[in-house]
């Protein structure tokens, strides 16, 4: 074939090909203003319709009115993000200022409940039977703190000042229950010893240490002391006489340890659900360094004026944006913890109680952290409860403490006050220590506040108080007026009032986790 007949052939081809091309163009008409078709997904029609009313634009540009509306919506929608997403921080911030004495916490005084802690408490899911202790611990002022603990405890844990777990103390913490010295590094410590999350014993001028180091400044330290022979009076003796916490600089000559009882006494650790709350955490993120949080956290909470070392000063427009977002996020916050709609959260098939801790993991992480992170399930326990631990979400045999909580009846309704409830507790409780089931007030997610100054229920305490089926079970009853018969089993409610109740196992054992024991369904009897 010659050069000429060659060329002619590939100039032939070329013709068709570039014909088809030019067709295949052609047959796509260009889209009006442009020079070429513009997929619809990129092009923002001129006016539609959304949550945020009508929205409309010249060419894509939006219009002045929809910018106001859109960045009005885009404060208010991250108002109500940082409620939800820092109401860790604003909960550990309330239970600080509740420590406060002369305008200021120390880690020398301790608040105890000697004789339990009763209904006048807001405190979040607080139980009454146990001796609690509580204590902030300041970092920054005092530098690496040691507590030190006796044989013998309950379990005690320590939390950073966004609720994230530091430490725990007692039987599931590194001492096994058998007390000792620990050691807590403030977030700006550089010397050698290792502090990792969960602690790690290190020997200190001879002595043992379990050492751990915290992202905050502000810690919170809570420990529980069983009853013996039903009653508080061994532990209220054994932290009065054996805790003591002090500076690490200050261990051959510590403070005087003071010990305040809170016992029946009315004071408030619960943060604010209003316009406040945005103060509460503002507070928390002006005092804490930097890395503290991470960046995208951290810009969130500025998106809306609360920096670290500026001022919370928000002009009428955000201040009156930020109400709304608080009255939303409140009551979103509400709706997750009432009508769950991730069905791993209940603990049985076809029953209502649901897991104490959503998601099964302390650190609210979905599938190992391959789901991220369970925003609503944060924002669901940290409504209702305190205490971040492993402890709570790890098969602990016989240590530790599993819990429970019952919003709904076995019909899926909310539960009132006005109306009766039996509930069943099979025999033989799953816990070396003791079940208990305590009654709480929808609002302030504290005790009820009712006659019964101790709304609850105690397998140990009141063991030969309450009457018993033939099968060993207890027939427990929520009420307006106690049923004939029944009075040692009963506990009052509200009318025109709901009610949750809350299930706890300490030192829980193999049937609870193998759900070979279950308690019955909170039954509706009128």
């Given at each position: 074939?010659?050069?000429f ?5 590939a ?45 409309e ?77 509580s ?43 058998k ?44 420990a ?5 022979d ?97 009255e ?11 009508y ?13 109680w ?65 109306k ?23 609002q ?22 309450v ?26 409610t ?33």
């Amino acid at each position: 074939m010659g050069i000429f007949k060659s060329l002619s052939i590939a100039a032939g081809v070329a013709a068709v090909v570039g014909g088809l091309s030019a067709g295949a163009v052609r047959a796509d008409d260009p889209t009006p203003g442009y020079n070429t078709k513009i997929p619809k997904g990129l092009l923002t029609p001129d006016k539609y319709p959304t949550r945020v009313g009508d929205i409309e634009f010249f060419d894509g540009i939006p219009t002045a009115a929809t910018a106001e509306a859109l960045y009005n919506h885009l404060d208010y929608i991250r108002g109500v993000q940082t409620f939800l997403t820092g109401m860790p921080a604003a909960s550990l911030e309330a239970i600080r200022r509740s420590e406060m004495h002369d305008g200021k916490t120390s880690s020398n005084r301790v608040s105890i409940f000697d004789t339990l802690m009763d209904s006048n408490s807001l405190f979040l899911t607080g139980n009454t039977d146990t001796v609690y202790v509580s204590v902030i611990l300041n970092l920054k002022e005092d530098g690496p703190t040691v507590i030190e603990l006796p044989a013998g405890t309950g379990p005690g844990t320590v939390n950073d000042a966004f609720f994230r777990f530091v430490v725990d103390t007692g039987a599931p913490g590194p001492d096994a229950g058998k007390g000792g010295k620990y050691l807590i590094l403030p977030p700006d410590y550089d010397g050698e010893l290792e502090g990792p999350v969960g602690g790690q014993e290190t020997e200190i001028d001879g002595e043992t240490y379990f050492v751990a180091q915290s992202t905050s400044w502000i810690n919170w330290f809570i420990a529980r002391g069983f009853l013996k022979d039903g009653k508080p009076d061994f532990s209220s003796k054994l932290f009065r006489e054996g805790l003591k916490i002090y500076p690490l600089a200050a261990k051959d000559n510590p403070p005087e340890m003071v010990f305040t009882d809170k016992s029946g006494v009315a004071y408030n650790t619960i943060h604010s659900t209003d316009f406040d709350f945005y103060k509460e955490l503002h507070t928390v993120i002006d005092r804490e360094p930097v890395a503290f949080l991470d960046p995208e956290l951290r810009g969130l909470f500025t998106s809306i004026g609360v920096q670290k070392g500026k001022p919370f000063n928000p002009d009428l427009r955000m201040k009156n944006i930020l109400i709304k977002a608080a009255e939303v996020a409140n009551a979103t916050a509400r709706t997750l913890l009432w009508y769950e709609r991730n069905p791993a959260d209940f603990i049985y098939e076809g029953s209502y109680w649901k897991v104490g801790f959503p998601g099964g993991n302390y650190e609210f992480l979905l599938d190992d952290g391959a789901g991220g992170r369970d925003l609503d399930g944060r924002t669901e326990f940290f409504y209702f409860a305190t205490v971040n631990t492993p402890a709570m979400t790890l098969k602990l045999v016989g240590k530790g403490s599993q819990y429970a909580w019952g919003a709904l009846d076995e019909n899926g309704d909310y539960l009132d006050g006005s109306k009766s409830y039996r509930l069943n507790i099979p025999a033989d409780p799953p816990a070396e220590n003791f079940l208990s089931i305590v009654l709480y007030d929808p609002q302030t997610r504290s005790q009820l506040q009712t006659g019964q100054p101790f709304p609850s229920y105690n397998s140990e305490k009141h063991k030969d108080k309450v009457t018993y089926n033939e099968d060993g079970s207890v027939d427990l009853y929520f009420g307006p007026e106690a049923p004939e018969g029944w009075e040692n089993n009963w506990i009052e409610t509200v009318p025109g009032k709901g009610f949750f109740a809350i299930l706890r196992l300490y030192s829980p054992t193999e049937p609870w986790f193998e759900k070979t024991w279950r308690p019955g369904d909170i039954e509706l009897l009128d």
